[in-house]
Structure formats: C-alpha cells, structure tokens
Nanobody, 115 residues
Framework: QVQLVESGGGLVQPGGSLRLSCAAA????????MGWYRQAPGKQRELVAS???????NYLDSVKGRFTISRDNAKNWVYLHLNSLKPEDTAVYYC?????????WGQGTQVTVSS
C-alpha cells in the first residue's frame, strides 16, 4: 500500500506560478512511475506530467514549457512546478504513484487560475 498526500494548490492570477508537492508513504520502495493528473469540472481526468524512477519525463502538450515535474527519490516526494498559468489550467490536481503495477491516488488539490 502507498499513501499519497498533495499540497500546494490555491488561487492564482493568470501568468502566476504555483508549486504542488506530493509526499508518498507506505511501500515506497516499490514505487516506479509518479505523476500528476488533473480533472476540470465536466471533463475527464488527464495526465499532466509523469516521471519515472530514472528521471524520464512526459508532459501533456498544452503544458510543455510551462510546467516542470521533478522527483526526490530519497524523500519520495514528487513536485509539479506550474508557471505561466492560464485559466484553462483550473482543475483539481491529483498525484499518482505506480507500485508493482497498481496505481495509487492522492486526494487532490484545487488549482484555480482567475483574475
């Protein structure tokens, strides 16, 4: 079992920045890929960014160049740096970790981009 706790969401103006954090606990030795997803009202959950245990990253096209995912394997934390935020980035952001083929989710943190 893996437990994930996200933090760092909030209200920000267009063009602003936020940093999301996700702390993993439990069977952390078995975690391989970690990532961030988001779900806006009325829309499906989508992958925003992922990072493998070796550091390989993958991004949603619409966030490339604006968002950066990073990982601290020693602390078992994963971060998402959100820059140049747009209103369309408004969503609940969820952390996900994959361990022995099983996906675990955090509770989500709200990001609202509005003036």
């Amino acid at each position: 079992q893996v437990q994930l706790v996200e933090s760092g969401g909030g209200l920000v103006q267009p063009g602003g920045s936020l940093r999301l954090s996700c702390a993993a606990a439990g069977s952390i030795f078995s975690i391989t890929t970690m990532g961030w997803y988001r779900q806006a009202p009325g829309k499906q959950r989508e992958l925003v960014a992922s990072i493998s245990s070796g550091g390989r990253t993958n991004y949603l096209d619409s966030v490339k160049g604006r968002f950066t995912i990073s990982r601290d394997n020693a602390k078992n934390w994963v971060y998402l740096h959100l820059n140049s935020l747009k209103p369309e980035d408004t969503a609940v952001y969820y952390c996900k970790a994959v361990a022995i083929g099983v996906g675990y989710w955090g509770q989500g943190t709200q990001v609202t981009v509005s003036s």
